[in-house]
């Protein structure tokens, strides 16, 4: 009797310590990301999401720790949306236009790099200066596509003049439309790279910020940050053609399957995730890097990706993605960077 009342006792207890956590995060969560919703059903429902959410972070986290997974995950600000909204409000940015919407403007090149290149071991534009710091925070748009050109452009524009500018997404939301862009609908990097071309230049990110919306083309020609000559596409699929351009080029643009519960919440170490496509591209981001993460026990490649969803994101905005392994996420499927 006593011994059976001393086990509901426990029970008891551990159960209110674990509400009370998970209402000691919910709060927190609410406040780091400035939370507020319609109504107290509409809470209670976000709530209910948010830990069915951290029970598979928690899960996916004791298993890492035994060695199960390479990566940890964390509660981040897609912790209240079920992962069917993350994937309809989030992964619907790339959107390849039809082909006579910009390659019958088109001057495309192709890289081809000789299979003799001796490349480093490591690579880190980072290192170099040749990569803006992460503030930028797509919000529910769907305009990787835009900071994925911006990107790789800063990278180029940098290399050749020094000069390392923030360049505006924005701009290429609201006045690429001719080019098969949609703003917040998706787009391409490809065909950002040829707007800016025929364009003259894009803005700089500080006189045209980014408003997570879509706008009236405001382009200034008189703030000018950068402009290319058009672009050069790598070869499909080939992840040594990959790394020869990643470390003889700077940043690449690329694509990839990001439609997991494991991207959502990714929070460090090199993501490998056996469910990804390499066919089904839904998301965009640049590659600044790789290199091998090695313990006593473990040897990974991985590629250093900037993604475009704030630095709250994964690994300070950045996720390590596996790199020579099948072409994991179609990660080498559309690889592409601006010439300057
Ligand atoms: C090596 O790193 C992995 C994470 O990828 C970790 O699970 C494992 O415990 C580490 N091994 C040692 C010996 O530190
Ligand atoms: C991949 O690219 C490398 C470097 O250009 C080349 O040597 C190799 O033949 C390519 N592989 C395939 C399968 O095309």
């Not at 490591?122 to 797509?138: F, H, L, P, S, Y």
């Not at 706008?215 to 940050?225: A, D, E, L, Q, S």
């Not at 994101?313 to 099948?326: A, E, F, L, P, Q």
């Amino acid at each position: 009797m006593h011994l059976l009342l001393f086990f509901i006792c426990i029970l008891t207890v551990s159960q209110a310590t674990n509400d009370n956590q998970q209402t000691a995060l919910w709060n927190l969560f609410k406040r780091v990301h400035k939370k507020q919703y319609a109504n107290i059903l509409e809470e209670q429902y976000r709530f209910v999401v948010f830990t069915d959410n951290l029970a598979m972070i928690d899960r996916h986290n004791h298993e890492a720790d035994i060695g199960l997974h390479s990566y940890t995950l964390k509660i981040n600000q897609f912790a209240d949306m079920t992962h069917e909204e993350f994937v309809r409000k989030m992964l619907n940015g790339v959107k390849m236009p039809s082909k006579t919407d910009y390659m019958k403007k088109s001057n495309k090149n192709s890289l081809h790099p000789p299979s003799d290149v001796d490349i480093p071991a490591a690579v880190d534009w980072r290192k170099k200066g040749a990569v803006t710091k992460v503030i930028e925070n797509q919000g529910q748009c769907g305009s990787c596509w835009a900071f994925t050109a911006t990107g790789a452009l800063e990278g180029q524009h940098f290399l050749k003049t020094g000069k390392l500018v923030r360049l505006s997404a924005q701009n290429l939301m609201d006045c690429s439309g001719e080019f098969g862009n949609q703003g917040c609908n998706g787009g391409w990097m490809d065909a950002s790279f040829q707007y800016i071309k025929a364009n003259k230049g894009i803005d700089t990110e500080a006189s045209y910020p980014y408003e997570a919306k879509d706008g009236n083309c405001r382009f200034n020609p008189k703030t000018v940050g950068a402009t290319d000559t058009g672009f050069v596409d790598l070869p499909k699929e080939n992840e040594t053609a990959l790394q020869i351009a990643i470390a003889t080029v700077g940043p690449i643009s690329v694509a990839v399957d990001a439609s997991h519960s494991s991207f959502q919440f990714y929070s460090s170490g090199v993501y490998d995730e056996p469910q990804c496509s390499s066919t089904n591209i839904d998301h965009s981001f640049i590659l600044v890097g790789y290199d091998t993460f090695k313990n006593s026990t473990v040897k990974k490649d991985y590629y250093i990706a900037k993604n475009s969803w704030g630095d709250a994101w994964g690994d300070k905005g950045y996720i390590w993605m596996s790199r020579n392994k099948h072409n994991q996420c179609g990660i080498a499927n559309i690889g592409s960077y601006p010439l300057v």
